[in-house]
């Protein structure tokens, strides 16, 4: 029996556990996971403790990295839109978009030509329609290939998350038209960074599958706890016993009132793991 039986630690991937936000910017490698991360999740682990990533992004874009990262349950992958067991291979839950979600999305584009949308379908397929600058540089960073479709109709369904990438005053003007047509009621739409909006069915946030993942396990959300950066974590972060944050965190996280930590480059989980060891000594 280990002092964190019972106790699961979700975390954010991109800017919580690992700093990529300069490869993003320049092109450059994704550096590897702070050694400080690593040696504390084999800690935390080897005390009974559950580690799990909840990322948006989709699981082609992840699966290059689960290798490199220490955990021991389920994630959550798609901004919520699914729980994937990285030891079987296969998805545990999933909460699709509807049909509806492919031609409103498309409605949107033909408002907002300029905008680019990527469609995750649930067979590790990205599919991208208009892509730009910013959808092409996302590719660049993540290793995801895209596969380019002429409109979101023609994407084929099961779809778990569309990601607009536009600037994000344009995003904001997509998201007011998605609200203007009474649609977005029917979706969980938030930013990941500024330049990213996510859309997924409503209900399937982060916060809503790690609670999912918890029953799973077992474990009480009392004993949840979680990790994020961007406004996307939010409700994971809400959900949780207590959240974190990384020093990086964009104001609204570091404000939500969740428990700020180092930042990414420096070990944010590590620090967490520090807290949770005294926490349950």
Same mark, same amino acid.
């Not at 492919?102 to 208009?130: K, M, S, T």
């Not at 540089?137 to 290939?145: P, R, S, V, Y």
């Given at each position: 029996?280990?002092?964190? #039986?019972?106790?699961?630690?979700?975390?954010?991937?991109?800017?919580?556990?690992?700093?990529?936000?300069?490869?993003?910017?320049?092109?450059?490698?994704?550096?590897?996971?702070?050694?400080? +991360?690593?040696?504390?999740?084999?800690?935390?682990?080897?005390?009974?403790?559950?580690? &799990?990533?909840?990322? *948006?992004?989709?699981?082609? $874009?992840?699966?290059?990295?689960?290798?490199?990262?220490?955990?021991?349950?389920? *994630?959550?992958? %798609?901004?919520?839109?699914?729980?994937?067991?990285?030891?079987?291979?296969?998805?545990?839950?999933?909460?699709?978009?509807?049909?509806?979600?492919?031609?409103?999305?498309?409605?949107?584009?033909?408002?907002?030509?300029?905008?680019?949308?990527?469609?995750?379908?649930?067979? +590790?397929?990205?599919?991208?329609?208009?892509?730009?600058?910013?959808?092409?540089?996302?590719?660049?960073?993540?290793?995801?290939?895209?596969?380019?479709?002429?409109?979101?109709?023609?994407?084929?369904?099961?779809?778990?998350?569309?990601?607009?990438?536009?600037?994000?005053?344009?995003?904001?003007?997509?998201?007011?038209?998605?609200?203007?047509?009474?649609?977005?009621?029917?979706?969980?739409?938030?930013?990941?960074?500024?330049?990213?909006?996510?859309?997924?069915?409503?209900? $399937?946030?982060?916060? *809503?599958?790690?609670?999912?993942?918890? &029953?799973?396990?077992?474990?009480?959300?009392?004993?949840?706890? %979680?990790? *994020?950066?961007?406004?996307?974590?939010?409700?994971?972060?809400?959900?949780?016993?207590?959240?974190?944050?990384?020093?990086?965190?964009?104001?609204?996280?570091?404000?939500?009132?969740?428990?700020?930590? %180092?930042?990414?480059?420096?070990?944010?989980?590590? #620090?967490?793991?520090?807290?949770?060891?005294?926490?349950?000594?």
């Amino acid at each position: 029996m280990g002092k964190f #039986d019972g106790v699961l630690l979700a975390s954010d991937f991109d800017n919580t556990l690992l700093y990529t936000e300069d490869a993003l910017r320049t092109g450059g490698p994704v550096p590897p996971l702070p050694e400080r +991360n690593r040696e504390a999740l084999a800690y935390f682990m080897a005390q009974g403790g559950r580690f &799990a990533i909840a990322t *948006g992004r989709a699981l082609p $874009a992840f699966l290059r990295h689960a290798g490199d990262v220490p955990m021991n349950a389920p *994630g959550v992958v %798609c901004n919520g839109a699914a729980i994937y067991d990285f030891e079987k291979g296969e998805y545990l839950e999933t909460a699709m978009l509807d049909e509806a979600a492919r031609q409103r999305g498309q409605a949107a584009l033909d408002r907002f030509p300029g905008v680019a949308v990527e469609a995750y379908h649930i067979d +590790n397929i990205i599919h991208v329609v208009h892509p730009n600058a910013i959808s092409r540089q996302h590719e660049h960073m993540t290793h995801a290939e895209l596969t380019e479709a002429p409109s979101l109709p023609e994407v084929p369904l099961p779809l778990g998350k569309l990601l607009f990438e536009a600037d994000h005053e344009t995003l904001e003007e997509v998201l007011a038209f998605f609200t203007a047509q009474g649609w977005a009621e029917d979706y969980e739409l938030i930013f990941s960074v500024s330049h990213l909006l996510e859309m997924t069915i409503k209900g $399937a946030s982060k916060g *809503g599958m790690v609670r999912r993942l918890a &029953a799973r396990l077992g474990i009480s959300m009392e004993h949840v706890y %979680c990790a *994020g950066d961007e406004a996307n974590d939010l409700s994971m972060l809400q959900a949780a016993a207590e959240g974190f944050a990384p020093a990086n965190a964009s104001p609204a996280v570091r404000e939500s009132g969740a428990t700020v930590v %180092c930042g990414a480059r420096e070990g944010a989980i590590a #620090d967490v793991i520090a807290i949770l060891d005294k926490k349950y000594s």
